[in-house]
């Protein structure tokens, strides 16, 4: 059923596209019509696999490293009452900067290569996974804590067994999250400046006027975050109930 909403919904969107290119009678360099993007993407699909390839690494890598530092991040929040209140205001407060501002400097720094990019993108979801996974760490049900305290658990025995696998579901939230908002991040620093990704390659698309070439990259990119975000999010799930299984109260 739900594969079938799909198509019906990716149809219905590909309609709407071409009637507003009938419509509106826009140029093919202004709004080409879902057919000739296709033939573009079909042309094109060497230059742009080998764009999407980097892309992809770089949003990989950067989720990846972005939430190993959220999630340690979130423990050491959890575990420290004077970490969390010195450090929590302080990553609010990071959210008032708008990370796009950064991504000239972190060219600057790291250069025009994937470090920058990965950096971006480590920066964009950094914040969500932390305050996800820190949100889930910290609801836990009282009787678990009173619980703890009758058996004598120390901090990290109640922290392994109960807060984690607790607050396994609330990660996968801030995970999936940040599956969508990663190749934004590896985006954007691709648009500052770099020479591969399809960001790079969207611009070199606009500064050619090859537009249906830049509205093929973009379709790439949102295929990608999709599939990018199906795979986090079914991954996620499947953590969150192997750990709520064996959520077992302070067997060691």
Known sequence: MKNRDTVFAVLLGLALWQALVVLTAAPH????????VAQAAYH?????LENAWVTGIEVLLG????????????????LSKTAERLMLPILVFTQAVPVFALAPLLTLWFGYGMGS??????????FPVT?????????VDQG????????????????RHIQIPNALPSLGTGLKLAAVYAPIGAVIGEWVGASKGLGYLML???????????FASLIVLACLTVVLHL???????????YAQGRATPFES
């Open 231 to 241: 795979a986090v999010g079914r991954l996620a799930d499947r953590v969150s109930r």
């Open 29 to 36: 360099y202004i709004l080409p019509s879902p057919w000739r």
């Open 117 to 126: 990019k990965i950096v971006m993108a480590i920066l964009i979801i950094y």
């Open 44 to 48: 094109s699909r060497i230059i742009i």
């Open 144 to 159: 678990y804590r009173d619980l703890a305290v009758a058996m004598g658990a120390g901090k990290f025995q109640f922290m």
């Open 63 to 78: 989720l990846v490293l972005g939430t190993v530092l959220g999630a340690i991040t979130a423990i050491q929040l959890a």
């Open 131 to 139: 305050s996800a996974f820190h949100d889930g760490l910290t609801r």
């Open 204 to 214: 070199l698309a606009n500064g050619r006027a090859k537009i249906d070439l830049m």
